[in-house]
């Protein structure tokens, strides 16, 4: 798979699929876009390894001459999808959206290498453990330089695997802007919202006191500014004046856990290019 985003001009399509046409390579998937208020141009293609005569490590180094004549710098990757990615999963006490995943990733229908699930509360240790999946409980006290000790533990519980994806799946803590630049481009936080709107704590009783007709579920990426970082999947459910605060509870949940595994497998598919606080999702 490659993807790419640089400056929009005359040429980019016919560059990329000269240089892989050269190759033999073989194209089974294409998506082009153009942003005209910006002027950036994305794509990203997939193409058959058995049709390349060498290997991806090759096929990165070839590419980078391409990619620095389109002036994409570091806006470019090559990646072989046929690895299983690394993902970790942070958790607190509420487990609708570990459950979906745990279940989604035992059946198979997402395939990736679950290293470990990090709580701060030990609520979900025995379900993640029956998946076969380690569990490691890091306790989290108000106190601020306690805090800060148990996210370095975290860090390091983290960073030993080395994964593609750190899952926020309502873990209830704000990472710190250091932990987010350490991530940049892999946390991927579930919020109960359909961000912008209601940010922050207890946005189901927000939207209850606002009478809204529609509710949703955002999962984006971690920044700093919370709740703010670019977004990668959303979707809404309808409700009305009958229900009260756990009926909105009760179907925001429903619609976590959906927006989360789609945002998840859209990342690990490297279908997302993230441009400053907007993101093109292939």
Known sequence: MISLGCPDRTGIVARISTFLADLGGWIVEAGYHTDLDTGWFFTRQEVRADSLPFGIDELRRRFATVAEELDARSDWRVSDTGERRRVVILVSKEGHCL????????????????????????????????????????????????????????RQLVDEHAPDAIVL????????????????????????????????????????????????????YVTAELDAGPIVEQDVIRVDHTDDVADLVRKGRDIEKVVLARGLRAHLEDRVLVHGRRTVVF
């Open 99 to 154: 459950h979906d995943l745990l279940g989604r990733i035992g059946s198979g229908e997402l395939d990736v290498d679950l290293r470990a699930v990090i709580g701060n509360h030990p609520t979900l240790g025995p379900i993640t453990e029956a998946h076969g999946v380690p569990f490691h409980h890091v306790p989290f006290a108000k106190d601020p330089a306690a805090k800060a000790e148990s996210f370095e533990r975290v």
């Open 169 to 220: 799946a309502r873990f209830m803590q704000v990472l710190p802007p250091d932990l987010c630049d350490a991530w940049a481009g892999r946390a991927l936080n579930i919020h109960h919202s359909f961000l912008p709107s209601f940010a922050g704590a207890r946005p189901y009783h927000q939207a209850y006191e606002r009478g809204v007709k529609l509710i949703g579920a955002t999962c984006h």
